[in-house]
């Protein structure tokens, strides 16, 4: 039988698990800085309880990391690793190093329910929800963890589409008791899921990014279905509504597709709809994938595009491509190990 984990409890949760084996109030916090700030990987090795409580642990809970199974190397230095979830699905985790910071990319579900027509984990379906174990071992069970100086949770999945376990997850990030990251660190990045949305900025400080890649309702419903019942004028005015402190920041991802939204149609259209938003836009250049339609727009348009938002105003930064060569877009190397035959 699967004991239960340790890593990706909250402060709470530990509270429960000290309580449930009769150990006094104050072993939660001890747990949790043997879980969190000391890099341990076994209970055995929570050196300040008593030998006796350790047995007792071990024998309910394990610790519970995950090693990656798999990485894949790119020449600019990003790399993708491979985590096996749930039961044996795979879901992929970016770590990207530039010159004076180190990000990691996570996913926070195994699959997506969203179906955005650009994107392979959409192509995938839904396979599962990834607890916050699993989310936060992604971090802590990366080989470069000591490097990492960012967080985004931008890899497979809508992390809104799984608030309860992604906001225990960030819970432990920038708590005190946990690995007390500042919340400015991390960037969580969403279709815009108007019932979770509030919820989100109500109860964490980190940084919003929405996927928007089309000003327009016909065009942004072709690309992403959610469009349908989640429009962005709902989720525009929740952000407008709401009072961002000064250090947190709202973007808005476009992924910049060749001949289909890189017109001044949208450029106008989008310096509207922003209107009165501080924010900005991050343009991606899009990755083709296998089948798809969409095709990559050229570096003059894409620096073109961005020169005209700017010039309305809107401060906008085109990301730079990473691991294109080891198929770096979301969901495909997951999909592709998925795909093959078990060994
Ligand atoms: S782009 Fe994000 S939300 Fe859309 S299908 Fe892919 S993983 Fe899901």
Request: proline share 4%; charged share 25%; hydrophobic share 35%.
């Amino acid at each position: 039988m699967n004991k239960e984990k340790l890593y990706g409890k909250t402060l709470n949760e530990l509270i429960a698990v000290s309580r449930r084996l009769g150990l006094p109030g104050f072993a939660a916090r001890q747990i949790a800085d043997w879980l969190y700030k000391k890099e341990i990987s076994a209970i055995g090795e929570m050196t300040n309880l008593p030998k006796k409580t350790r047995e007792i642990m071990a024998a309910e809970y394990e610790f519970g990391l995950t090693a990656p199974e798999n990485a894949a190397v790119s020449v600019d230095g990003t790399k993708k690793y491979l985590y096996k979830v749930l039961n044996n699905k795979y879901i992929e985790t970016a770590y990207i190093p530039e010159d004076d910071r180190a990000t990691i990319c996570v996913s926070s579900q195994s699959g997506c329910k969203m179906g955005c027509v650009f994107c392979m984990t959409g192509k995938q379906g839904f396979q599962g929800n990834l607890s916050s174990n699993e989310i936060l071992n992604q971090f802590r069970s990366l080989p470069e963890f000591r490097k990492l100086t960012n967080m985004v949770y931008m890899g497979m999945g809508e992390p809104l589409d799984n608030l309860t376990e992604v906001m225990k997850s960030l819970e432990i990030l920038t708590s005190e008791w946990g690995y007390g990251w500042s919340p400015t660190r991390i960037t969580v990045s969403t279709v815009g899921l108007v019932s979770s949305i509030k919820d989100f900025l109500e109860r964490s400080r980190c940084h919003l990014a929405v996927s928007l890649h089309s000003p327009f309702d016909d065009e942004r419903q072709n690309l992403m279905p959610v469009q349908r019942t989640n429009t962005v004028n709902e989720v525009l005015n929740i952000i407008r509504n709401f009072d961002f402190n000064s250090q947190r920041r709202v973007s808005f991802e476009y992924i910049l597709f060749e001949g289909m939204n890189d017109t001044p149609r949208h450029v106008k259209e989008l310096a509207r709809i922003l209107n009165g938003i501080k924010c900005r836009i991050n343009i991606i250049r899009f990755h083709e994938i296998p089948g798809s339609e969409f095709k990559s727009p050229g570096a003059d348009e894409t620096i073109r595009f961005k020169e005209a938002l700017n010039a309305k105003g809107i401060l906008t930064t085109v990301r730079s491509s990473r691991g294109v060569d080891i198929q770096a877009a979301c969901g495909l190397l997951s999909t592709i190990n998925q795909n093959k035959p078990a060994s």
